[in-house]
């Protein structure tokens, strides 16, 4: 690594607010914590090309999106209990928790178009690249996403 104070400077300001978001993305706060990890050391090997980025930290967002969602397809084969069923309790929730219910009921594409757009304060031709998608599946993705959490909302409220 060439510029140690560099990513150390970039690790100590962004690791909370990329944890956060792939924790939202993922409904999973502990694997989202193993991702980012992972994530972050795959940028400190490769910070010459990293940190020449215009958004290093959707470049780590997504190495730690893509490492859990391989993860845990990977592990889902197995004939286990799921950790999320273990660290949640049986009880109705409202608040943070309710969200983080709502968006684990939304494909992984829509949540981490939400993720990146709402949380990270992406523009949706910042969401499509960092995505590796086109802008107008942003924005489509994005519109559904909202759509069913509306739909969800309006369920679990009884107005529909």
Known sequence: MQDREGFTTFYERRRAEVHAAVAVTLGDRHLAADAVDEAFVRAAERWGQVSGMDRPAGWVYRVAVN??????????????????????????????????????????????????????????????????????????????????????????????
Do not use: I, N
């Open 67 to 160: 490492w859990a969602t391989s993860w845990h397809r990977k592990w889902s084969r197995r004939p286990t209990m799921s950790v999320e069923a273990l660290d949640r309790p049986h009880q109705d929730r409202a608040g943070p928790e309710a969200l983080l219910d709502d968006l684990a009921g939304l494909p992984l594409l829509q949540r981490q178009m939400l993720v990146l757009r709402f949380v990270l304060g992406y523009s949706v031709p910042e969401t499509a690249a960092a995505l590796d998608v086109a802008e107008g599946t942003v924005k489509s993705g994005v519109h559904r996403a909202r759509q069913q959490l509306q739909v969800d909302a309006e369920v679990a409220d009884g107005s529909r």
